[in-house]
């Protein structure tokens, strides 16, 4: 995924963009979980597991129709909200299907 400037360094789970003014926006992307790994039995026959997954922020120039595009192209769902932020989900598994 690219948005402006901004390359997606793995596939994403979710983004959002606030609006800053002028066509720049706050981006706060959550990397799809891994390392998922056996941490605990909390009862028995129960096996709990740890997951991480990042978090990436920037400030990138990029415009609506962009934002839209790029969900587009990426099988996902950019949804507008009140206060003019965008929300993107569902991409992680054509992103995923992309890299491998």
């Keep these: 995924m690219i948005l402006g400037d901004w ?3 793995e ?9 800053l003014g002028d066509g720049l926006w706050d981006l706060r992307a ?10 605990a039995v909390p009862a028995p026959g ?3 597991y740890a ?10 120039q990029t415009t609506s129709a962009e934002i839209r595009a ?10 507008r909200c009140t206060n ?3 929300i993107i989900k569902g991409i992680a598994p054509k992103m995923r299907a992309e890299l491998a």
């Design 30 to 39: 959550v990397g799809i979980c891994g390392g998922l790994a056996p941490h």
């Design 51 to 60: 997951s991480t997954a990042k978090v990436y922020t920037a400030i990138i």
């Design 11 to 19: 596939p994403l789970q979710g983004i959002h963009l606030t609006p």
């Design 70 to 79: 790029e969900a587009a192209r990426f099988d996902g769902v950019a949804h």
């Design 84 to 86: 003019g932020a965008w």
């Design 7 to 9: 390359i997606a360094p």
């Design 46 to 48: 129960v096996m709990a």
